[in-house]
């Protein structure tokens, strides 16, 4: 870390910068304390770290590949990789996490596990990894977005998860996320709720993160092998709470020679009342137990965001993105419905990659900024596009 | 002399009710307000509506967003509330989530409640020690009780320090749940009301959560000095309307 360098990590009181903390009723206190006094002795366990290492292995297919995406570099001059998160098991970043909370929660002791989810991917990393361990699952999902993401239902079910229709507000993840943090309120002692993104009161957006990081850790070396450097010119994530783009940025955070880009959704446009750019439409406030960047009205309450990505569709992003966007280290970019789907298109046709639609606003920053044709640009292709196939079907009438 | 601390001297359990303000409709909040004291309630506790209120169970959010839907706004009920200690005298705590706070200016917000003569504030989400290093300052200087709550799962330890740094009451929740969840109390919660009016703190306690009617009202203030009802008030609203206030009142005092 260069010295007169700014902190991007969690300070000791959770905070990044002025943002984060754990803004959670004292019904939670207990819960979040107990983390919050564990999660860093647990996780530096030589025990748990050969078995969440192993289970990386084994069960998610770890490393996945960082790929030379040849016809896409060609088309932009420069050079791209992908970071092929969508090659893990059950499709996604989601995974690394679910399965670094999974094992935090047999050793607190907790036989019950909760999570929200919007898109249905987090649920179904989180019901997968239940499976493996044999753990009770309740998912909170809002009642539109089952009815969107029926496959993921299905998928859980299959798991053997109870999903749990969230059928307040807007019945959207913000809800479902609302629904899980009152089931906790609810079961404060039995029950660990496995928070899907770096979102949510501290430990959680630094114990997200550390699970994530794996993605940075092996881009390093993966990256010394193709071009004979660790740093790339510039890593690259879409940002919904903001998982997989923190755990791509986590081992440059302090290396100034690599850009950051966080990549939002814009929806139908920044201005178009229907969007999910939270850097430029959100101001600072309290969600889900952290102060971050917020959508919210003038009266502080919490709008509804719009993606046609599901697991870009949220009205804040996590407490270390907003200190990033504050203090410039990272370049914040918005994009459209249009130019994501045009994009994970592209990357069909170019590269034989069906991308997640979420991924698909990593990719369609080309379009929008130049790069040096020496560059090299890490994009971290998310998750597959498998969950969006009647998206992408109804948007292209294939 | 606030009047929390005078009321809390009143040789009597104290029945305080919550509601949310802007329902059923937009404008019904100080006539609320002046019915509930004219029977006999003892402290009002004026919910602030939030888009997201997680510590709240399904009654309370619906209300809330109703009232919303009607067109509450901190704006609004300042407001509605600037003449209202002209014909109220009992004390009147808001209870709302931080980010509306927030984003009014916590200062801004603490100085309008006392210029209307709000007495405390109830803010579920802003944990105790942000109060205290940031904030309390600034309630002191407007003269703002802000009341902090404990649960069957807060440890000694940090009811102690909860207590040390409160001025007023402690909000008891009677049990590990969201608003309105129970119906009655077992041994278990009993045993917890009991564990902690035996520890004698310095701050009288106030049960909240799951008191609906004159048995859990009774069983509560058996233990504490008073009991806040919530849900049940917001459910005979909802289903009788603002007009039988009187008949829900005497149904807890008996
Ligand atoms: C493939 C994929 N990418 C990205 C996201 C956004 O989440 P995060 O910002 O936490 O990485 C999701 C969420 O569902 C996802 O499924």
């Known amino acids: 870390m260069t010295k007169n360098m700014e902190n991007y990590n969690v300070n000791e009181k959770g905070y990044y910068g002025e943002f984060g903390g754990a803004y959670i009723p004292e019904m939670l206190y207990p819960n979040v304390e107990e983390l919050r006094q564990n999660y860093l002795k647990i996780m530096a366990e030589p025990g748990f770290q050969k078995e969440f290492n192993q289970l990386l292995k084994d069960y998610v297919g770890r490393p996945s590949p960082l790929y030379f995406a040849k016809r896409l570099s060609e088309k932009y001059n420069t050079k791209i990789y992908l970071k092929r998160e969508d090659l893990n098991h059950t499709g996604a970043h989601k995974i690394n996490n679910t399965i670094g909370q999974i094992l935090m929660a047999k050793r607190l002791g907790k036989h019950r596990i909760i999570a929200e989810t919007g898109a249905g991917q987090h649920g179904v990393a989180t019901a997968t990894v239940c499976a493996l361990m044999g753990l009770e699952c309740i998912v909170y999902m809002g009642e539109i977005d089952i009815t969107r993401q029926a496959p993921n239902v299905a998928r859980m079910k299959m798991l053997g998860a109870k999903v749990v229709p969230a059928l307040s507000g807007s019945r959207t993840l913000k809800d479902a996320t609302n629904e899980a943090i009152r089931d906790w309120i609810n079961n404060p002692v039995n029950t660990h709720y496995i928070i899907g993104s770096a979102i949510g009161p501290h430990p959680y957006p630094d114990m997200v993160t550390k699970f994530q990081s794996v993605i940075s850790a092996e881009i390093k070396w993966q990256l010394k092998e193709h071009e004979g450097r660790e740093n790339p010119d510039y890593v690259v994530a879409c940002i919904g709470g903001g998982s997989n783009a923190a755990g791509t940025y986590y081992h440059y955070l302090h290396e100034e020679e690599v850009g950051i880009i966080a990549v939002e959704a814009a929806g139908l446009g920044v201005n178009s009342g229907e969007s999910a750019a939270t850097s430029v439409l959100g101001k600072e406030g309290v969600i889900h137990g952290c102060k971050t960047l917020l959508m919210q009205t003038q009266d502080g309450q919490i709008t509804e965001p719009y993606s046609i990505s599901a697991g870009l569709d949220y009205p804040g992003v996590g407490p270390m993105h907003a200190h990033l966007c504050k203090t410039g280290r990272a370049e914040f970019i918005s994009i459209k419905d249009d130019e994501a789907m045009t994009a994970g298109l592209d990357l069909c046709k170019l590269e034989g990659i069906i991308p997640a639609i979420e991924s698909s606003h990593a990719l369609a920053i080309f379009e929008q900024r130049a790069f040096k044709p020496e560059d090299v640009v890490v994009v971290s292709l998310s998750g597959r596009g498998d969950k969006d196939l009647q998206n992408y079907i109804e948007y292209f009438k294939i | ?254």
Do not use: W
Request: aromatic share 10%; with cysteine; net charge negative.
């Open chain 2, 1 to 254: 002399m606030n009047r929390i601390h005078q009321k809390l001297q009143e040789n009597k359990k104290l029945l305080s009710i919550y509601f949310t303000a802007g329902y059923p409709t937009i404008n019904d909040t100080v006539s609320i307000i002046q019915d509930l004291e004219k029977n006999g309630v003892d402290m009002i506790e004026i919910g602030l509506p939030f888009s997201d209120p997680l510590a709240d169970g399904p009654t309370i959010q619906a209300s809330s967003t109703q009232a919303l839907k009607n067109g509450m706004t901190t704006e609004v009920l300042f407001d509605q509330l600037k003449d209202i200690r002209k014909s109220v005298n009992i004390p009147l705590i808001i209870m709302g989530y931080f980010n509306p706070m927030l984003q009014y200016g916590v200062e801004a917000f603490c100085k309008k409640c006392q210029e209307i003569g709000i007495d405390g504030l109830i803010i579920p989400d802003l944990p105790v020690d942000e109060y205290h290093d940031e904030y309390k300052a600034i309630f002191d200087k407007y003269g703002l009780i802000n009341v902090f709550l404990i649960t069957p799962q807060t440890s000694v330890e940090r009811i102690n320090f909860i207590d040390s740094i409160s001025n007023g009451f402690i909000y008891m929740v009677s049990s590990a749940s969201v608003t309105g969840s129970q119906s009655g109390f077992g041994d278990e919660q009993t045993n917890y009301f009991k564990r902690i009016a035996d520890m004698n703190l310095k701050n009288p306690q106030v049960i909240g959560f799951g008191i609906s009617d004159n048995k859990t009202f009774t069983q509560a203030t058996n233990y504490a000095k008073g009991a806040i009802i919530g849900s049940a008030f917001i459910k005979h609203v909802t289903n009788e309307g603002i007009n039988t206030i009187n008949t829900f009142v005497k149904s807890i005092l008996e």
